[in-house]
């Protein structure tokens, strides 16, 4: 069993943290938009080739997966000792099966055809006939 928590960061803070928290004994972390969904949901990046205006959102979720015997208040703490801010609250958390990560990953992307008899095939995946 795994225990996923969601912390809201600013922009500031958001990509150290992530780091951080992954240094202190998270399993994975990812950053989202807070605001995406909604009426003041913003783009990331520009047009292709384009430098992005800024690297993360103004407000920012933060997606942390950790074992379930972690406490996640701890592990918060911890990080944001490290970097020498305020910890932010958890604002959502919920347990989450383990699972075959990688299998599920990989059933995704199916063999593709792209024309007659043209298939883009994954390594992991049996050829089409």
Not at 81 to 105: C, F, K, M, N, S
Request: proline share 10%.
């Amino acid at each position: 069993m795994l225990r996923e928590i969601t912390v809201l960061a600013n922009a500031d803070c958001a990509d150290a943290l992530s780091d951080t928290l992954l240094d202190v004994g998270a399993l994975s972390a990812s950053i989202e938009d807070a605001q995406a969904e909604t009426d003041d949901e913003q783009p990331l990046y520009g047009e292709p080739g384009e430098q992005p205006a800024r690297p993360v959102w103004r407000r920012n979720r933060l997606l942390v997966l950790l074992p379930a015997d972690v406490d996640p208040s701890q592990l918060i703490a911890a990080a944001a000792g490290a970097l020498g801010i305020a910890p932010p609250a958890i604002a959502a958390q919920r347990l989450v099966e383990d699972a075959d990560w990688v299998r599920l990953t990989q059933a995704q992307f199916p063999p593709t055809r792209i024309g007659e008899g043209l298939w883009i095939v994954p390594s992991w995946a049996e050829p089409p006939s």
